[in-house]
């Protein structure tokens, strides 16, 4: 049997299109040969469809979709394996099924429901869909196939020390005489998943001695970067066929031969969260409508990854850079942001904010009469500066891309309104000390467009005189450890404090940071998941709480 693995990269909600994607691989897999053409979870309605699920007329338009996939594909000598958002008929539960089929010469011969529903980390699959009761084997080529769906091959009590769910739909549907494992997928990236999908899937092979297909989605969707990885194993765990990270694929196994594609892929992980920022803010960009970004360019390592990251995703004509010197913006920081939109080939124009700031401290010096400088004249300044790109996005059309990382993000180092403004931030998920690596990997890729000295100055806001960020925060180095540890991986002070030995008092202090600003985190920018647990949609904290352990 010649299975074609596919790839591919759907829109939320563009079933229409989503459909005449999958036709188009399918042709192709049927005229080079293959018996079995297999596409992603949900691949008609894109995942995750999250709240479109809710409407009847969604429901509906999943099943017409599904139907014309199959009539466009009644005349192709293969069988087709899509997801979809199928309809529940039982009388109590959720209306909506996350639900495979398998469709062959213009009909749906089976159909698969998703049996585990995943409510962790961004997932909330239990929200929208009913679990599947049971699964039954399918028959492709005369072969018995356990065909799940994503969570489901995932609970291999061999391979965790803590399972999730009592039931195995894997072990299941073995102990019903399957010969090959197919399993599709929505799974998106963090720094260091593919690796660990490989060892879960690996794992079930030499278990049962059975092959195994895996079938990802790729793509940006909103917060989430799917970074495709598909892969096929023999029984021994061995890969024998391997896509492309995060760029549609189209591969081809045969098991009876033991062939199969081998393409290309980033052995590096930091090169790999690099190509899934690139990826992420591409599609954000392109489903959003939009076309053309603009960067507050400051001269900074933080600004200059994020233009190179826009550069590499839209194009270098779709980009431009806007320098906003302030009362105490430095020379080197003009002339380095100068510099990078050179390198990098992007328009780059300058607009001071001097002039207004100095005319908004006029105009509010009567009230502030008696009261001593201090944060509130700096947070002026990087709010005249949101202002400003939000004033040329109105009127230009183009997306303001954010430019903070993850590490100012937790701690509140950041401005409301100000320096938090834009459509996407970048690189919210990003620590300070992995965005250094990673505009290393820029300028691998982009010929040093970001010039040394970005990387050689001391981190600033230039939002005083001589202003440096340990005047306030730790070293980078120290402080990112700290931020993993509890934002991450939900350590206690304590123990955050006796494994990375440093103070207690430090590490409160942090933590005090990270939970007195998490009302900023809700009103920032969506922003791109690359770590376990990212702010936003990947750590759901409450505003009004007192809990400090």
Known sequence: MRIALAQINPTVGDLAGNVTLMTRAA?????REANVIVFP??????????????????????????????????????????????????ETGKRALNSAAVIEQGSVVFRQN???????DVFDEARYFRPADRELLCTLGGVPVALTICEDAWNDREFWEQRLYKRDPVEELFGQGGQLLISINASPYNMGKRAIRREIFASAARRYGKPVVYVNQVGGNDQLVFDGSSFAMDGAGEVVASARSFSEDLLFCD???????????FEDE??????ALVLGTRDYIRKCGFSRVLIGLSGGIDSSLTAAVAVEAIGKE??????????????????????TAENLGIRFETISITGVCERFEQELAPLFRGLPRDVTEENLQARLRGVTLMALSNKTGAMVLTTGNKSELAVGYCTLYGDMCGGLAVISDVPKTLVYQLSRIANRRLNNAIPESVFSKPPSAELRPDQRDTDSLPSYEVLDPILEQYVEKCRAPGEIASTLHVSAELVESI???????????QQAAPGLKVTTKAFGIGRRVPIAQRFTG
Do not use: Q, W
């Open 511 to 521: 933590i005090r940071k990270v939970d007195r600003n998490e009302y900023k985190r």
């Open 270 to 275: 930091c090169e790999a969260a690099y190509e």
């Open 318 to 339: 779709n980009v431009t850079g806007v320098a906003m010197p302030g009362p105490y913006s430095s020379e080197h920081s003009m002339t380095d942001a100068r510099a």
């Open 255 to 265: 098991f009876k031969t033991g062939e199969g594609d081998r393409h290309d892929d």
């Open 27 to 31: 042709r192709d897999a049927a005229a």
């Open 41 to 90: 979870e949900l691949s008609i309605t894109g995942y995750p469809p999250r709240d479109l699920v809710e409407k009847p007329s969604f429901l509906d338009a999943s099943e017409r979709e599904l139907a014309r996939l199959a009539r466009e594909t009644a005349d192709l000598k293969l069988s087709v394996i899509c997801g979809y958002v199928g309809r529940s008929e039982a």
């Open 114 to 120: 998703k049996m585990l529903l995943p409510t962790y």
